[in-house]
């Protein structure tokens, strides 16, 4: 039992709204499917990534089912590129009413043979690509109805064996998040934390692979994993003007996971 | 006061009010005292000076290690360079301590670590952007390390201290967040005692309340 997009994509409207989502193309990916949806919903999308093929695919997609979309190629640690990537907004659309910072990596290395470039690694990726994309994308944001929803994990909120440089990292954005939830009331940009367990995406597939995922789920206490449509449906309200005194919070998509 | 007798005690800091008041209740309760700064963030340097040093004891019962992290200033006012020297300095510099700081203690045949961090890793804080980040990730980094401890049976317990602000002299109670450097001193020296050797994977709040309400 999961959502689909369609029902992810009628969970609110976001006629109107202009939405930058980020690590968006992978194939049924939180970031790919969180865009269909939004771009179902009503909303133009900037599809952004590292890959222009894969981006084309994605907003192929979204044309397919009605939507409108273009790709933007944004590598979420270089600051050059959200430079870039939030001025041709700006030029295109003048404003951004709702970012996404979807962008992320994992890995499971045991503390004493994981190697300090692979924390820097995760930290970039995992909190500055996120604490970038808040700072270029605040300026073209104006209330109402202005958020930034970033994309954690129940792994931002709990430790584990292995732990030490991707848990603290998705920690590390959790951290942010809460900071700008409080920054963002100048300028009246919500933050909202999106805490997914166990979803069966192409990331989840390369870090754990289905047997250790399957595993994972079964000891949820619904005993079944979400798939990245049951995020987005999160997604799509969270970042809709029918959430719009939701701020702050850690909204967590897992299964009842974090009730144990 | 903890009874520290015939404990041996490293503290990884530069001198700062806190970290003197640290080592001298550890001192008072009895211990062997050793403080020690590692700035540079490389692996090379934490090996050399801590795991591998030739000057180290050769058991250390105890790291205490002291990390608070500058605030950074408000999101969308603080610029890479500055938040990323936040996050070297405090998060990365952490996890440097627990890597080289965890083998240490295993090869003593455990003990106890503990990271003296900020209470805005539990909540957020305006205006603390780098802060909020680094102490959130320094928790999560705390939860992980202690799991890996317990998980390979190593007589290790890790543990942090999320302070609020270290302002001397004494405080009313409650909710001002503000605590004395000899409050958290006197936390910390009870995580290193043998009371507390069934606690691992705590993250304490030494705040007067800010947390709590």
Redesign the interface.
């Given at each position: 039992m999961n959502a689909t997009v369609e029902q992810a994509a009628r969970v609110a409207s976001l006629a109107g709204k202009i939405v930058l989502v980020t690590g968006a193309t992978s194939t049924f990916g939180i970031g790919r499917v969180s865009a269909l949806a939004m771009a179902m919903a009503g909303a133009y999308v900037y599809v952004t990534g590292r890959k222009s093929d894969s981006g084309a695919e994605t907003v192929a997609e979204i044309e397919a089912a009605g939507g409108k979309a273009s790709f933007l190629k944004l590598d979420v640690t270089l600051?050059s590129d959200w430079i870039e990537a939030m001025a041709a907004v700006r030029e295109q659309s003048g404003r951004l009413d709702i970012l996404v910072n979807n962008a992320g990596n994992a890995f499971y290395v045991?503390?004493?043979e994981?190697?300090?470039e692979s924390?820097?690694y995760l930290?970039h990726l995992n909190?500055?690509g996120a604490?970038?994309g808040?700072?270029y994308a605040?300026?073209l944001m104006k209330d109402p109805g202005a958020v930034v929803v970033d994309i954690n994990s129940v792994?931002?909120?709990?430790?584990?064996?292995?732990?030490?440089?991707y848990?603290?990292?998705?920690?590390?954005?959790?951290?942010?998040?809460?900071?700008?939830?409080?920054?963002?009331r100048r300028?009246g940009i919500r933050v909202v934390s999106v805490h997914p367990g166990g979803t069966w995406t192409p990331g989840m597939e390369r870090v754990r692979g289905r047997e250790a995922y399957e595993q994972g789920v079964r000891n949820t206490p619904l005993g079944r994993g979400a798939e990245s449509a049951d995020i987005a449906a999160a997604v799509v309200y969270l970042a809709s003007d029918a959430a719009q005194h939701v701020n702050?919070i850690e909204y967590n998509i897992d299964g009842g996971e974090s009730a144990r | 006061m903890a009874d520290l007798t015939g404990k041996t005690c490293l503290i990884l800091s530069a001198e700062t009010i806190l970290s003197r008041s640290v080592h001298d209740n550890l001192v008072a309760s009895g211990a062997n005292v050793y403080m020690l700064d590692i700035p540079e963030a490389t692996e090379p340097a934490w090996d050399s000076a801590l795991l591998n040093s030739q000057q180290r004891p050769a058991k250390i019962d105890a790291i205490v290690n002291v990390s608070i992290p500058d605030s950074g200033g408000a999101v969308g006012d603080v610029a890479l360079p500055e938040f990323r020297r936040v996050i070297e300095t405090s998060y990365i510099r952490t996890w440097l301590a627990l890597k080289y700081g965890i083998q240490t203690l295993r090869s003593s045949g455990g003990g106890s670590f503990i990271t003296i961090t900020s209470v805005d890793g539990a909540t957020g804080a305006p205006a603390a952007a780098a802060r909020c980040a680094a102490s959130h990730g320094i928790t999560l980094m705390t939860k992980s390390a202690a799991l890996e401890c317990a998980d390979k049976k190593d007589n290790v317990r890790v543990n942090a201290l999320l302070v609020g602000d270290i302002i001397p002299g004494e405080h009313e109670a409650y909710a001002s967040g503000h605590v004395s450097p000899e409050d958290v001193a006197e936390a910390a020296a009870h995580l290193v005692s043998d009371a507390a050797v069934y606690i691992t994977g705590l993250i304490m709040p030494v705040d007067n309340g800010r947390v709590g309400y």
């Open positions: 600051e045991p503390i004493e994981m190697p300090l924390v820097w930290a909190i500055e604490f970038l808040h700072t605040w300026p792994a931002g909120q709990r430790g584990s064996v292995g732990g030490t440089s848990r603290s990292s998705k920690g590390g954005l959790l951290g942010l998040s809460r900071a700008a939830a409080i920054d963002g300028q702050g | -």
